[in-house]
């Protein structure tokens, strides 16, 4: 089934259009990456479908209805959770307190605190910690636990490893196994293409605000991602 349908969405920055007519669907279970040149569009499109940057044309459907004019809250009522680049936990509550936070009005589903700390026994130790006192993969872990004590049906991860160590890496990517193996459906901006690749089902590449790749990642030639990539080969 179809969960989410992105119908040629433009969006813009000023007199900037940052995203050019991009069209793709996401079926229920899918990890699809998206890739591309800093300054591609990944978050301006990440962003249009959590509700926190208004569309300029097109249409986004979720689960059978249109987006439009719905705001971000009710969008992570509807199941649509968003991590944001640069995670934004509270640094002064703790681990625990920044996922119960998250919990307190969401969705009814299997994850709770209890279901999550067992999910990422990494952070069971760490509960009673300040989010301003966790390292880099600490926070990323944190905020993609933070966002599924939402019950989402549909993940939205910016910039999954930008800026963690390769330790840091491994660790937030172990919270990747725990969603696909959870069947939830996510769509994660990723800089590291070996790591997008090997983790997504599927990739869509975005070049200059439009989509130069949309493929299954299974059978794709690394010539193909880079002419998308750059443009050229
Ligand atoms: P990056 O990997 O660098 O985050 P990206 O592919 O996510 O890149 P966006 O951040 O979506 O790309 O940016 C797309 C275009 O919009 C770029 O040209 C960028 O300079 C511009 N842009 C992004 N945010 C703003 C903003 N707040 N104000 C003005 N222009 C912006």
Not at 159 to 173: D, R, T, W
Request: charge should be positive; include cysteine; proline fraction near 3%.
């Amino acid at each position: 089934m179809t969960l989410l349908r992105v119908e040629n969405v433009e969006a813009r920055h000023g007199l900037l259009q940052a995203v050019r007519g991009v069209t793709f669907g996401v079926t229920e279970g899918e990890i699809l990456a998206l890739i591309g040149a800093n300054g591609a569009g990944k978050t301006t499109l990440l962003r249009t479908v959590a509700g926190a940057h208004p569309l300029s044309g097109g249409l986004i459907s979720y689960d059978g209805s249109y987006l439009t004019g719905v705001p971000a809250h009710r969008r992570v009522r509807r199941g649509i959770a968003y991590v944001p680049e640069g995670r934004r936990l509270f640094p002064e509550f703790t681990v625990e307190e920044n996922l119960l936070v998250a919990g307190r009005r969401a969705r009814s589903g299997r994850w709770n605190l209890t279901t999550v700390l067992e999910a990422f026994p990494a952070l069971q130790p760490l509960r009673g910690r300040l989010a301003s006192r966790l390292s880099g993969g600490q926070q990323q872990a944190t905020a993609i636990a933070r966002a599924l004590m939402t019950n989402p049906r549909l993940l939205l991860i910016d910039e999954v490893s930008l800026g963690l160590s390769p330790k840091a890496v491994e660790e937030v990517y172990a919270c990747m196994t725990v969603l696909r193996e959870s069947g939830t459906t996510v769509i994660l901006v990723e800089q590291d293409l070996g790591r997008a690749l090997s983790t997504a089902g599927r990739v869509i590449c975005l070049l200059e605000g439009r989509i130069a790749l949309d493929a299954k990642t299974e059978g794709l030639t690394r010539d193909e991602v880079v002419t998308a990539y750059f443009g050229f080969h």
